[in-house]
């Protein structure tokens, strides 16, 4: 019976170092893999912002500028010239982060929603980037909400919690704005213009 069990033990000993040769191996080109698509993705994300931008609020460039307020929403703030302003936020939908771009006219009404990442349901809060509810927006100034909590804006049907995300985001941009016209903590950042084009 022991001369069964030495002759086991090598063999597990084996499949353990094969386990491991292959687990490096996929590790390996799974990082050479990465070493290749992580600068075509950065560059596809940069065009996806730059695009939304163009979309929301025309300009010539974009100045970035620090957000210094307490939203943690607000991720990124940008001087659209004389035009307004285009803010980034991520409010918290029915399933995650929805990553969006909002532009605000230089008199503080919305010009534009566009929404660049989300994870929400099919057929349901995706309907939150169709023109039809993001236009919703267009030229609405002030507190945003669904008309379930008092607002003007048609939440989605079966999807009022992306509804409620989306105003919320808008809300966050259009205080981010707010503070930043009004002269709050918030400096420009350094060396980053986005120009248009």
């Not at 990465?34 to 010539?60: C, G, H, S, W, Y």
């Not at 919703?136 to 079966?158: N, P, R, W």
Request: glycine share 12%; net charge negative.
């Amino acid at each position: 019976m022991t001369e069964t069990k030495q002759k086991k033990e090598p063999g597990m000993a084996r499949l353990v170092i094969v386990l491991f040769l292959v687990a490096a191996i996929v590790a390996a080109l799974l990082g050479v893999v990465n070493l290749f698509t992580a600068p075509v993705i950065a560059l596809n994300q940069q065009r996806t912002k730059e695009e939304a931008m163009e979309a929301v609020l025309p300009a010539d460039s974009y100045e970035q500028v620090d957000y210094t307020g307490a939203d943690t929403t607000v991720m990124e703030l940008y001087r659209a010239g004389d035009a307004g302003w285009v803010v980034q936020v991520a409010p918290t939908g029915f399933s995650g982060a929805i990553t969006m771009m909002v532009g605000v006219n230089s008199d503080e009404t919305i010009s534009g929603v566009s929404i660049t990442e989300h994870a929400e349901t099919s057929g349901l809060g995706a309907n939150a980037t169709k023109p039809a509810f993001r236009d919703q927006f267009v030229g609405k100034s002030g507190t945003q909400a669904v008309t379930k909590d008092g607002g003007e804006i048609q939440a989605l049907t079966g999807a009022t919690i992306t509804s409620r995300a989306v105003a919320s985001g808008v809300n966050s941009a259009l205080g981010a704005v707010a503070e930043a016209s009004g002269g709050a903590p918030v400096q420009a950042a350094s060396g980053a213009s986005i120009p248009n084009g």
